[in-house]
């Protein structure tokens, strides 16, 4: 029998667990030395696990870019949104970051919102605990992935409508699918963070160089539906379109990326590089119209500001071609030469893509003295060291280019006849030597392989869409597909009387065929000059876009600005029709002063940047009329605006010497003309004439 005998302290200390572990020693509590327990004998109370107070979570805002001064709203499962109502707002911070504190109350799950512009970034968490939580281009698409709608932006309503959207479980299985997805990219960057979790810094590098190059397109194509398109921004031919995965809502992604080398992605460093390149184009702009130029400024040599000139490649303005245009005081850059480019902003610049060449093409916003904003690209090159984005332009050597284009069309005089188009503008300037335009023709093929012919015309600034043979005077948008407002008309609007002034691709696309075309697209234009007749071009240029046509139903799904009830009103009780014609319809001008217009801005809508109308007037000779069109630039916080009569030319006869309309000039079109950061354009045109349906 095994005697037990009592340890001294010592002996207990010379012990190890590890030693009594091995033994497989069984310890027994005996009392020696006496017939009471000691308070050594008695297990501890264990301490109690606080209640936790608050729940804080914090992460970066990023789509490569930081996604700097956005607004951070957090929502709950029972349908609270916080910050509170009343309290301060939470922003993200110049590098994206920020940090926002729940109370304990807050029931997980939670979705997350950045709000900047007119762009929202959604994430989601599912936890009551501290944690990173990232708010990104990915982390969107796996919003879009638990929304049942696939709409990112309605998650927050969705969840409150039922609470079990979505949990831990079902929250790491869609990110587990985004991180398949993209998995190709990550692994050309050997970066594994977890997009939504993991610590990343939006400088350019790991994750965020993730961000940058990807092309993650979410759009509603109704109220239970989107259409999502992810590519790699890879370097690849200028004439080459990228290979996209394509899915929507309702069904899973059938690949992963296709394979992608390190060496064609965006150098790591160019998001910053990028926001650099914009501050010092501000610098520049920011110094008086005396320190940029001298007093007789017109060429790219009569820059004298050292922030001015080095901005551009080798430091010199005179290095800079885009599109045919060099810098000087009425082509590339001409703010700088006038007072009208003061204080002018430059920022949200964005990476979309690289050249063949490496020269890198990214998105920026400029705003004017004025607060007005546009939306338009840059193309730079890195150079000296430490490296440095410096301005270098296309070095195309003529006019082009093409963006993605919407429009609705609405006849106030007749409302069965209001129809959607959706498409691209091209647009190539009339360029005119010794009085004479330098093109005989532009031939521009699609992505889908369709050769499309503009020409130049008389009188118009830009070269104009050619159909039959014949040219469509004003007209560079190509509409892919047109469809009528009203679902009980099955009619096809370019069978329209509408039809003989635009252009309608023929035979017309379907909603598959628009949707399949990539947000990146090239589009090869190959310019033939005046006296070249022949098949062989004069030269050749590709044009990226970045992003693609909408569909009709993501069109009816995009709010747009309209205007007020009352001057639609106004513009049906002024209507004048010529009794020559009775699908006629025309406003007559003020006999004084400019044409006002008012407008209204629904939810979700993008804010008018542009305000135009059309019409005709009594020529000078009072024979014929002739045609002209007025615009105006509008801040994005108005809802009114006047547009006054300007002068084309010298001999344009519409406007009077005293500035206003001429009597018996008329206005038969008006529109509002918008932008997004995407670059795409939309419009919401109004025609007081009718048309045979």
Request: hydrophobic letters at 40%.
């Given at each position: 029998?095994?005697?037990?005998?009592?340890?001294?302290?010592?002996?207990?200390?010379?012990?190890?667990?590890?030693?009594?572990?091995?033994?497989?020693?069984?310890?027994?509590?005996?009392?020696?030395?006496?017939?009471?327990?000691?308070?050594?004998?008695?297990?501890?109370?264990?301490?109690?696990?606080?209640?936790?107070?608050?729940?804080?979570?914090?992460?970066?805002?990023?789509?490569?870019?930081?996604?700097?001064?956005?607004?951070?709203?957090?929502?709950?499962?029972?349908?609270?949104?916080?910050?509170?109502?009343?309290?301060?707002?939470?922003?993200?911070?110049?590098?994206?970051?920020?940090?926002?504190?729940?109370?304990?109350?807050?029931?997980?799950?939670?979705?997350?919102?950045?709000?900047?512009?007119?762009?929202?970034?959604?994430?989601?968490?599912?936890?009551?605990?501290?944690?990173?939580?990232?708010?990104t281009s990915v982390t969107n698409l796996?919003?879009?992935?638990?929304?049942?709608?696939?709409?990112?932006?309605?998650?927050?309503?969705?969840?409150?409508?039922?609470?079990?959207?979505?949990?831990?479980?079902?929250?790491?299985?869609?990110?587990?699918?985004?991180?398949?997805?993209?998995?190709?990219?990550?692994?050309?960057?050997?970066?594994?963070?977890?997009?939504?979790?993991?610590?990343?810094?939006?400088?350019?590098?790991?994750?965020?160089?993730?961000?940058?190059?990807?092309?993650?397109?979410?759009?509603?194509?109704?109220?239970?539906?989107?259409?999502?398109?992810?590519?790699?921004?890879?370097?690849?031919?200028?004439?080459?379109?990228?290979?996209?995965?394509?899915?929507?809502?309702?069904?899973?992604?059938?690949?992963?990326?296709?394979?992608?080398?390190?060496?064609?992605?965006?150098?790591?460093?160019?998001?910053?590089?990028?926001?650099?390149?914009?501050?010092?184009?501000?610098?520049?702009?920011?110094?008086?119209?005396?320190?940029?130029?001298?007093?007789?400024?017109?060429?790219?040599?009569?820059?004298?500001?050292?922030?001015?000139?080095?901005?551009?490649?080798?430091?010199?303005?005179?290095?800079?071609?885009?599109?045919?245009?060099?810098?000087?005081?009425?082509?590339?850059?001409?703010?700088?030469?006038?007072?009208?480019?003061?204080?002018?902003?430059?920022?949200?610049?964005?990476?979309?893509?690289?050249?063949?060449?490496?020269?890198?093409?990214?998105?920026?916003?400029?705003?004017?003295?004025?607060?007005?904003?546009?939306?338009?690209?840059?193309?730079?090159?890195?150079?000296?060291?430490?490296?440095?984005?410096?301005?270098?332009?296309?070095?195309?050597?003529?006019?082009?280019?093409?963006?993605?284009?919407?429009?609705?069309?609405?006849?106030?005089?007749?409302?069965?006849?209001?129809?959607?188009s959706t498409g691209y503008n091209l647009?190539?300037?009339?360029?005119?030597?010794?009085?004479?335009?330098?093109?005989?023709?532009?031939?521009?093929?699609?992505?889908?392989?369709?050769?499309?012919?503009?020409?130049?015309?008389?009188?118009?600034?830009?070269?104009?869409?050619?159909?039959?043979?014949?040219?469509?005077?004003?007209?560079?948008?190509?509409?892919?597909?047109?469809?009528?407002?009203?679902?009980?008309?099955?009619?096809?609007?370019?069978?329209?009387?509408?039809n003989t002034g635009l252009y309608f691709?023929?035979?017309?696309?379907?909603?598959?065929?628009?949707?399949?075309?990539?947000?990146?697209?090239?589009?090869?234009?190959?310019?033939?000059?005046?006296?070249?007749?022949?098949?062989?071009?004069?030269?050749?240029?590709?044009?990226?876009?970045?992003?693609?046509?909408?569909?009709?139903?993501?069109?009816?799904?995009?709010?747009?600005?309209?205007?007020?009830?009352?001057?639609?009103?106004?513009?049906?009780?002024?209507?004048?029709?010529?009794?020559?014609?009775?699908?006629?319809?025309?406003?007559?001008?003020?006999?004084?002063?400019?044409?006002?217009?008012?407008?209204?801005?629904?939810?979700?809508?993008?804010?008018?940047?542009?305000?135009?109308?059309?019409?005709?007037?009594?020529?000078?000779?009072?024979?014929?009329?002739?045609?002209?069109?007025?615009?105006?630039?509008?801040?994005?916080?108005?809802?009114?605006?006047?547009?006054?009569?300007?002068?084309?030319?010298?001999?344009?006869?519409?406007?009077?010497?005293?500035?206003?309309?001429?009597?018996?000039?008329?206005?038969?079109?008006?529109?509002?003309?918008?932008?997004?950061?995407?670059?795409?354009?939309?419009?919401?045109?109004?025609?007081?004439?009718?048309?045979?349906?």
């Amino acid at each position: 029998m095994n005697t037990i005998r009592c340890a001294t302290t010592a002996g207990i200390r010379a012990q190890t667990l590890a030693a009594l572990v091995a033994a497989g020693a069984m310890l027994a509590l005996v009392s020696c030395g006496g017939g009471g327990s000691s308070s050594s004998d008695v297990a501890p109370t264990p301490t109690p696990t606080p209640t936790p107070t608050s729940i804080t979570l914090s992460g970066t805002a990023a789509s490569g870019a930081p996604f700097n001064g956005a607004t951070v709203t957090v929502a709950d499962s029972s349908g609270a949104t916080f910050p509170a109502a009343g309290t301060a707002a939470v922003t993200t911070a110049a590098d994206g970051s920020y940090s926002i504190t729940l109370p304990a109350s807050a029931k997980p799950p939670f979705v997350l919102q950045a709000a900047r512009d007119d762009k929202t970034l959604v994430s989601a968490f599912a936890d009551a605990k501290d944690s990173t939580v990232n708010i990104t281009s990915v982390t969107n698409l796996i919003a879009s992935r638990l929304s049942s709608s696939g709409d990112p932006t309605m998650l927050a309503s969705e969840l409150k409508a039922n609470p079990t959207l979505f949990d831990t479980t079902k929250l790491n299985a869609k990110v587990d699918e985004v991180v398949t997805l993209i998995k190709p990219v990550t692994t050309a960057i050997g970066d594994a963070t977890n997009p939504l979790t993991g610590k990343f810094a939006a400088d350019g590098s790991g994750q965020d160089k993730v961000l940058d190059s990807l092309s993650i397109s979410i759009t509603p194509s109704s109220a239970t539906s989107v259409n999502i398109e992810v590519a790699a921004k890879a370097k690849s031919a200028d004439g080459s379109n990228p290979t996209v995965v394509a899915f929507t809502n309702t069904t899973a992604p059938t690949a992963a990326l296709p394979a992608v080398a390190a060496a064609d992605l965006v150098p790591s460093g160019t998001t910053p590089m990028i926001a650099d390149l914009l501050k010092r184009i501000t610098a520049c702009f920011a110094l008086p119209l005396s320190s940029r130029v001298n007093s007789t400024a017109k060429a790219a040599t009569d820059i004298t500001a050292t922030e001015c000139k080095t901005i551009f490649s080798g430091n010199d303005p005179s290095k800079y071609k885009h599109n045919g245009g060099i810098v000087s005081s009425n082509g590339a850059f001409g703010g700088i030469f006038n007072a009208a480019g003061n204080n002018n902003v430059f920022d949200r610049g964005n990476f979309e893509y690289m050249r063949s060449n490496g020269d890198i093409v990214f998105s920026y916003r400029s705003t004017d003295a004025s607060g007005i904003p546009q939306y338009s690209l840059l193309v730079a090159i890195s150079e000296g060291t430490p490296a440095k984005l410096m301005l270098i332009g296309n070095q195309y050597v003529y006019s082009g280019g093409v963006n993605a284009y919407q429009q609705y069309r609405d006849f106030i005089n007749q409302p069965a006849a209001n129809y959607y188009s959706t498409g691209y503008n091209l647009n190539v300037n009339n360029q005119v030597s010794a009085g004479s335009p330098i093109f005989n023709r532009v031939e521009v093929t699609t992505p889908k392989g369709t050769v499309i012919t503009l020409k130049p015309t008389v009188g118009n600034a830009n070269l104009d869409l050619i159909q039959n043979g014949k040219p469509l005077a004003g007209t560079s948008f190509v509409r892919l597909r047109s469809v009528y407002a009203d679902p009980t008309n099955k009619g096809d609007p370019a069978t329209s009387s509408d039809n003989t002034g635009l252009y309608f691709a023929s035979p017309t696309y379907g909603e598959g065929d628009v949707s399949s075309i990539p947000a990146q697209s090239v589009w090869t234009f190959n310019y033939f000059l005046a006296g070249n007749s022949g098949t062989k071009a004069d030269a050749t240029q590709t044009y990226r876009t970045v992003s693609r046509a909408m569909t009709i139903g993501e069109i009816k799904a995009q709010a747009l600005a309209s205007l007020t009830n009352q001057g639609i009103a106004d513009a049906k009780s002024g209507t004048v029709t010529n009794p020559a014609n009775p699908n006629s319809g025309f406003i007559n001008t003020p006999a004084k002063g400019p044409v006002s217009v008012a407008w209204v801005v629904p939810n979700n809508a993008l804010p008018p940047a542009q305000i135009k109308i059309w019409g005709s007037a009594p020529a000078a000779s009072g024979t014929t009329n002739v045609n002209f069109d007025d615009q105006a630039g509008v801040l994005p916080s108005a809802r009114t605006g006047t547009i006054a009569c300007t002068k084309a030319t010298t001999a344009d006869a519409h406007c009077t010497a005293a500035g206003d309309y001429v009597a018996g000039a008329n206005v038969n079109g008006i529109h509002l003309w918008a932008s997004d950061s995407r670059l795409r354009q939309f419009a919401h045109f109004y025609a007081i004439y009718k048309i045979t349906m």
